[in-house]
């Protein structure tokens, strides 16, 4: 199939992206919606016969066995010997979700109780802190548990009308020192979301704000829940099992803001809203499990990133949201697609032949526009682009605004797509008057190859429903991508050597720490931050 499939790349190297439209349907065919969210997939260079192909590839490799064995609770991220449900936590009324022969949903959903309690006592006053009602929120967490409701909650501010959300992770005191300087302890609210309540830059930073509290507040650890599948440690830091949210170990870190890691955005926006957000996310999941691959929206959506990353062997993605409030999403799709699918080794430990996923970044347009997008206009390199944009906003005062932004949007993939030749170039610059050479020269100058090609997800307006459906779209791309990849797609070694040494390099940087039995170049390294410090 990949032999096939790098056959029909070479062939398309014979025409351009615009000459696939001469089919007139093709943005038709070429494009998904399901519950109004609209993706086109028509400005790439694949035609009829090659997504024929991939979706063939989709089949030969299981992906529709893995996606069953996904929903039944196997324990497909085999690794960890563990079942892969964070669908579980947004599936509100698709009855029972077996793990181990036991339904989890009881469960899951009285979580949620617990959580919609909570955030109403904290959204309502009946749990304030020792200076009143709280009007400040802190969630310490990193990765998995902070990039998602990091990025939801200035996804949804028009929807919060409970306590401001802060977000501490890094381990920087600077993250720490510049969030809490603004803050009133009294009426703070700190939770400490850590699934393994073990990491080192949160337990460092819970620990700080502990302490920091306690200057002001009698009894800081009233002050303070926790987010963690482990409840030893937590009852060891001092938070009663009350304010302790729970979840399971088949929610993996970067797939669980649908649960107690997204308390800090229901706090926020509220059960309700919260609860729209998992519709969105469940309307998702149904849709990938019942629409045909040919018509699915994640499949297409992965299979498309196979054809731009594994055939046609562009190394790196754009994620281009035209929706500011989306500003954290490259950061979050990040941790989702390259954690989880940066791997070399398949699932039985063998050394994959090929890379597996590309290098995703990002900006909201129209700021990118004015940095990186000559790159992406006139660079050697193709960047495939991934654009996201509403038809509305939510400011109808500012209309206007939302008009420009969306023809901006649009430019930006028309431009891509078609280029600017030569010849065209030449005529603006003589009409400019340039002659001769500094003609020539000036024209090239101008010159667009075109032919790159994008993707353009389209929905009415950011709502919680739209993120539920969006976040669990990006969620199945990389799942997809994962089975016909053959990897784990639910591991994440690769982040544990750093981690090691840095507990052993720990001692070596203390002020009097010594630098004996390390390697030579940190030695070095090591030396020149005391001799810095002075
Ligand atoms: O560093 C990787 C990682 O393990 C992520 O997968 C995870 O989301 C993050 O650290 C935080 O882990 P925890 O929730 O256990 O603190």
């Not at 016969?49 to 979706?55: F, N, R, S, V």
């Not at 009133?184 to 700190?190: F, N, Y």
Request: proline letters at 4%; aromatic letters at 8%; hydrophobic letters at 45%.
């Amino acid at each position: 199939m990949w032999d096939q499939l790098k056959a029909l790349h070479a062939k398309s190297q014979d025409r351009k992206i615009t000459d696939l439209f001469a089919d007139e349907a093709r943005s038709e065919a070429f494009s998904v919606e399901t519950d109004g969210l609209y993706l086109d997939y028509s400005k790439t260079n694949i035609d009829a016969q090659a997504y024929a192909a991939l979706i063939e590839l989709a089949q030969s490799t299981g992906v529709e066995k893995r996606r069953e064995a996904m929903f039944a609770g196997e324990k497909i991220n085999e690794t960890e010997d563990r079942a892969v449900l964070h669908t579980a936590l947004r599936n509100l009324d698709g009855g029972p979700v077996l793990v181990d022969g036991e339904d989890v949903m009881p469960g899951v959903l009285d979580t949620l109780e617990k959580m919609a309690d909570f955030a109403n006592a904290v959204r309502d006053g009946s749990f304030a802190g020792a200076g009143g009602k709280i009007t400040d929120v802190v969630n310490i967490g990193i990765g998995g548990s902070d990039l998602g409701p990091a990025m939801a909650v200035p996804a949804l501010a028009p929807f919060a009308d409970g306590p401001r959300a802060h977000f501490i992770s890094n381990v920087d005191g600077a993250d720490l020192a510049d969030k809490l300087a603004v803050l009133d302890p009294k009426t703070t609210l700190v939770l400490v979301a850590s699934k393994t309540f073990t990491t080192m830059e949160t337990m460092m930073n819970a620990k700080s704000a502990f302490d920091w509290m306690a200057k002001e507040v009698s009894e800081p650890a009233t002050q303070f829940a926790a987010i963690s599948t482990a409840m030893e440690e937590t009852a060891a830091f001092g938070i009663p099992a009350e304010r302790v949210f729970g979840f399971q170990d088949w929610v993996g870190g970067r797939y669980s803001m649908w649960g107690p890691i997204g308390l800090s955005l229901m706090i926020a926006v509220g059960p309700d809203d919260f609860k729209d957000f998992l519709r969105g996310g469940q309307a998702m999941d149904r849709h990938f499990v019942e629409a045909p691959l040919a018509d699915n929206m994640a499949v297409a959506l992965a299979l498309v990133g196979i054809w731009h990353h594994q055939i046609s062997g562009y190394g790196t993605r754009a994620v281009l949201p035209y929706e500011q409030r989306l500003l954290r999403l490259p950061a979050y799709l990040q941790q989702l697609e390259m954690e989880s699918n940066g791997k070399s080794v398949s699932l039985e430990g063998k050394e994959l032949s090929q890379t597996v996923g590309p290098i995703v970044w990002g900006e909201p347009g129209t700021n990118g526009q004015h940095a990186f997008y000559q790159l992406i206009h006139q660079g050697k390199q193709v960047v495939p682009c991934e654009f996201l944009v509403g038809a509305q906003g939510h400011e109808p005062e500012l209309d206007h605004h939302h008009k420009a932004l969306l023809s901006n949007c649009l430019a930006q993939s028309e431009a891509l797509l078609l280029g600017r030749d030569y010849e065209t170039a030449k005529s603006m610059m003589a009409a400019k008057g340039f002659e001769g050479d500094a003609l020539e020269a000036n024209a090239m100058q101008r010159v667009f190859s075109g032919n790159r090609p994008s993707t353009t997800l389209m929905y009415k307006t950011l709502t919680p429903f739209v993120l539920g459906q969006i976040i669990s779209l990006y969620e199945h791309r990389v799942f997809v991508e994962g089975a016909i990849l053959g990897i784990n797609s639910y591991d994440q070694w690769g982040v544990e050597l750093g981690k090691e040494l840095a507990v052993k390099l720990a001692p070596a940087v203390e002020d009097d720490g010594s630098t004996e039995g390390l390697h030579v170049a940190t030695a070095a390294l090591v030396k020149k931050a005391k001799a810095l410090k002075g």
